[in-house]
């Protein structure tokens, strides 16, 4: 656990660096990320014997063959280009990627055809209570056909991720609302969220905002890792030399 969490204040000490070239944050933001630290300041005070409950996770690794297969895609099919998103939707390193970046991402690459997006979850509980409950409410919105764009109204709204707020947001996508909290109340997407929180870890994965760039090769995607909400001229690089190799 204490090795998880050391990996942890690693990608936020990359991402704080990193914003430095990117649009100033917020209010908002600069007090989610120091909460961010606080708590894994509180995880990483606790009894050394309840930290060594878990087992020390594997450094990150800087290359990774990820699985390429989703229900969900972002982008055309044949994008030469595939980049896996690993997320949580509580992180507010991830609420800034996806407000800073992620807007560029899509104009430049997405939208032309370059590149498409998978996102994968990897709800952090430990810190972020509701992140598992904003991971269902999507699941449960793509099932009606509003994937993205749920994805989308809980990055804006992430101060406000209990139930009865997800519930108002899956009425202002118009989705029919018994359909919807009932889907929560089942559980119906917890396996599949806890099994790509398993994958991730399995794959050396512990930070979020995670992302895997690369050429698609069947149902897989071989390419680098890129850790944190970086600002944008780090992707377009990453990117337009993945291209150029191929």
């Given at each position: 656990m204490k090795s998880f969490l050391l990996a942890m204040m690693s990608a936020i000490i990359i991402t704080m660096s990193g914003t430095v070239m990117a649009a100033p944050m917020t209010k908002e933001q600069g007090d989610a990320i120091l909460k961010e630290l606080r708590d894994i300041k509180e995880l990483l005070a606790r009894p050394q014997q309840q930290a060594q409950q878990a087992p020390s996770a594997p450094q990150g690794p800087q290359?990774?063959?990820?699985?390429?297969?989703?229900?969900?895609?972002?982008?055309?099919?044949?994008?030469?280009?595939?980049?896996?998103?690993?997320?949580?939707?509580?992180?507010?390193?991830?609420?800034?990627?996806?407000?800073?970046?992620?807007?560029?991402?899509?104009?430049?690459?997405?939208?032309?055809?370059?590149?498409?997006?998978?996102?994968?979850?990897?709800?952090?509980?430990?810190?972020?209570?509701?992140?598992?409950?904003?991971?269902?409410?999507?699941?449960?919105?793509?099932?009606?056909?509003?994937?993205?764009?749920?994805?989308?109204?809980?990055?804006?709204?992430?101060?406000?991720?209990?139930?009865?707020?997800?519930?108002?947001?899956?009425k202002d996508l118009a989705l029919n609302g018994d359909t919807f909290k009932s889907c929560m109340a089942d559980g119906k997407h917890l396996k599949e969220i806890g099994d790509e929180a398993k994958y991730a870890q399995s794959l050396g994965i512990n930070g979020t905002p995670t992302f895997i760039l690369g050429r698609s090769a069947g149902d897989s995607v071989e390419g680098r890792v890129i850790v944190g909400a970086q600002p944008f001229a780090v992707f377009e690089a990453a990117i337009n030399e993945t291209l150029a190799k191929h």
């Open positions: 290359n990774l063959t990820v699985k390429g297969d989703a229900i969900y895609v972002l982008g055309k099919n044949d994008a030469p280009l595939t980049m896996v998103e690993f997320t949580d939707y509580q992180c507010p390193f991830c609420g800034r990627f996806e407000a800073s970046t992620f807007p560029e991402i899509k104009k430049n690459f997405i939208d032309t055809g370059k590149l498409r997006l998978i996102l994968r979850d990897l709800p952090l509980s430990d810190m972020h209570p509701f992140a598992l409950k904003a991971a269902q409410s999507v699941h449960c919105a793509g099932d009606q056909g509003k994937f993205w764009e749920m994805k989308e109204l809980v990055f804006k709204n992430q101060a406000k991720l209990d139930v009865d707020s997800l519930a108002g947001y899956a």
